[in-house]
């Protein structure tokens, strides 16, 4: 059996890219056969994102912190799997939080 490609990224490289005055974003890895991603989400207190519509499925795991979704709770340890065609409330983080997806 061939060896898969391996890539690594360290905690101590890559890019945090700003999405919003409050969230930042890291790419850890990316397919683009699939144009699937998965990446890091540093949300400060405070931080939203607005309501949208996943046009595949999206995974995420809650590593630090807590955030709502309409009127539901996630903290850290939570995993949510969203579906394609799933719109999510507005999501707020209001103490911050640290988020793993891959979408």
Do not use: N
């Amino acid at each position: 059996m061939p060896d898969a490609p391996v890539a690594t990224v360290r905690a101590d490289e890559g890019t945090w890219e700003q999405r919003s005055e409050k969230v930042w974003k890291k790419v850890l890895a990316k397919d683009p056969g699939s144009g699937r991603s998965m990446y890091l989400l540093r949300c400060l207190p405070g931080a939203s994102i607005k309501p949208h519509l996943h046009e595949r499925s999206e995974h995420l795991f809650i590593i630090e912190g807590e955030f709502w979704i309409g009127d539901r709770l996630y903290s850290a340890g939570d995993a949510q799997v969203a579906m394609p065609g799933t719109e999510h409330a507005e999501i707020r983080m209001p103490g911050g939080c640290l988020v793993l997806i891959s979408a």
